[in-house]
């Protein structure tokens, strides 16, 4: 129960007491001999209790010195040393552990800066220290008080870090980076900063190429449609010929929308993102919209119409919102069977407006939604190719809708239809005479 100590020196105890007695029997003063004899061993306990509290206190200092002290103060004296002992070891194995986590970051050739609760800088490593050029005395201050950039601030500050944000970089012109947040701990964050100009560069390269393509083919392509119609036209014309022209007529025109989706496609890439913003009134480019649709559809005799479409002026670039309502509902022509329903409506939810169009048509297997708006993404390519289509149609209403702060959403059941709905933010809601969904 006890340990070796603790018992020899209850048997000393004992027998210094039996001492004690045994004088204080003899000079027949047992009480006054125990009082005087424990007040000494009172004393001599204090005296080693402050020989091992100056051992400790030199341990504290420098490394243990040699265990002088006797008995039960000698075993809690080596429990110290073993303890000491056992808390270098830790130490020093974290101390490799941080060295390493140190070295490993420091070969990253992306930018890590730790950041404590109070958004104050707490560790950055090499290629962070050579991206914000930071300096010793920039540890403990407030990360966006080096880090400026207004969207940089609100992407840190607003707390939502689903997906990263890529700025130009304000100390070097040209440069390009994405930052990404991690929380972790307690409330402490990890922002991973990459130098993303290369792809950027090679980026901005593919979208010059396909523009430059797209222009250069535009006139030759004008100039054989203008033959091909004349001839096509030409009474003289064998009639074996006249099948032959009938094709390269829906090729060219095929070519000809081609060439146009990619022009409008990669100017809604480029452009600068602060479009020309103007008050559009729905009704009227709605309405405008249908009436083309019922000339596409022509005698398939679809029964196209506005549904709850009232009264509404936001805030937007017309052509790209007109271009973006066409492609959603010429889709559900192209898409939906003789005679169907097709509809536009408008509504206005608590938090945004939302601009419907439903078809009652074939309908899109669950399977290929998520990847719909990519581009030349077909469900059945061969009946795309039949119905004309360039397979960039939604990828153009997506970027539209990128463009507006707005978001396409899809549901749609095989064999019973589609809704394809654009989602705007309230804010860009000048008037309205509806009432609000909730
Ligand atoms: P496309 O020019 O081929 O129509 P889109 O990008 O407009 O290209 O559409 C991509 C694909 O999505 C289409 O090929 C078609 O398979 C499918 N799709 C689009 N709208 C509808 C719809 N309303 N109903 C059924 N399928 C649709």
């Not at 408008?346 to 407006?353: A, D, Q, R, S, V």
Request: aromatic share 8%.
């Amino acid at each position: 129960m006890f340990r070796r100590g603790l018992k020899t020196e209850l048997r000393w105890l004992i027998l210094y007491l039996a001492v004690v007695a045994f004088i204080g029997v003899s000079i027949e003063k047992l009480a006054v001999s125990l009082v005087i004899g424990l007040l000494l061993y009172i004393a001599w306990l204090f005296y080693n209790l402050h020989k091992l509290e100056s051992w400790v206190l030199t341990t504290r200092r420098k490394s243990a010195p040699k265990n002088t002290l006797n008995g039960i103060w000698g075993e809690i004296a080596d429990d110290v040393i073993l303890l000491c002992n056992r808390y270098e070891k830790d130490k020093q194995r974290l101390q490799a552990v941080v060295s390493r986590v140190q070295d490993m970051t420091s070969a990253l050739t992306d930018g890590v800066i730790l950041v404590d609760g109070r958004s104050n800088i707490e560790w950055w490593n090499q290629a962070a220290k050579r991206l914000f050029d930071f300096r010793q005395v920039d540890l403990g201050h407030k990360l966006t008080n080096i880090i400026r950039h207004p969207d940089f601030i609100q992407y840190f500050e607003g707390g939502n870090y689903d997906e990263p944000i890529e700025l130009e970089s304000v100390r070097l012109s040209g440069q390009h980076l994405q930052f990404q947040v991690h929380r972790f701990g307690i409330g402490e964050r990890m922002v991973i900063v990459r130098d993303i100009t290369r792809v950027f560069k090679l980026e901005l390269m593919r979208k010059d190429f396909v523009a430059n393509v797209s222009h250069e083919l535009r006139t030759p392509l004008t100039v054989v449609r203008g033959y091909i119609e004349t001839l096509a036209d030409n009474d003289e014309i064998p009639n074996v010929w006249k099948r032959a022209f009938s094709q390269m007529q829906d090729q060219c025109q095929r070519m000809t929308a081609l060439v146009n989706d990619l022009i409008t496609l990669t100017k809604l890439e480029t452009d600068d993102r602060d479009i020309r913003q103007e008050a559009v009134d729905l009704l009227p480019v709605i309405e405008s919209i249908l009436a083309d649709a019922r000339a596409l559809s022509g005698e398939r005799n679809h029964n196209i119409h506005a549904k709850d479409a009232s009264d509404i002026v936001i805030l937007g670039n017309e052509r790209e919102i007109r271009s973006a309502i066409s492609n959603l509902v010429f889709n559900a022509v192209k898409y939906s069977a003789d005679g169907c329903d097709i509809s536009v409506a408008t509504h206005i939810l608590e938090n945004e407006f939302v601009i419907e169009v439903t078809d009652t048509g074939a309908g899109i297997d669950p399977k290929h939604l998520p990847r719909l708006t990519e581009r030349f993404y077909r469900v059945d390519g061969g009946r795309a190719t039949k119905t004309g289509g360039t397979g960039l149609g939604l990828a153009i209403v997506k970027h539209v809708l990128l463009r507006h702060d707005a978001y396409l959403k899809i549901s749609s059941k095989l064999g019973k239809g589609s809704t394809f709905s654009c989602h705007f933010p309230l804010d860009r809601l000048v008037e309205h005479n509806m009432d609000i969904v909730s």
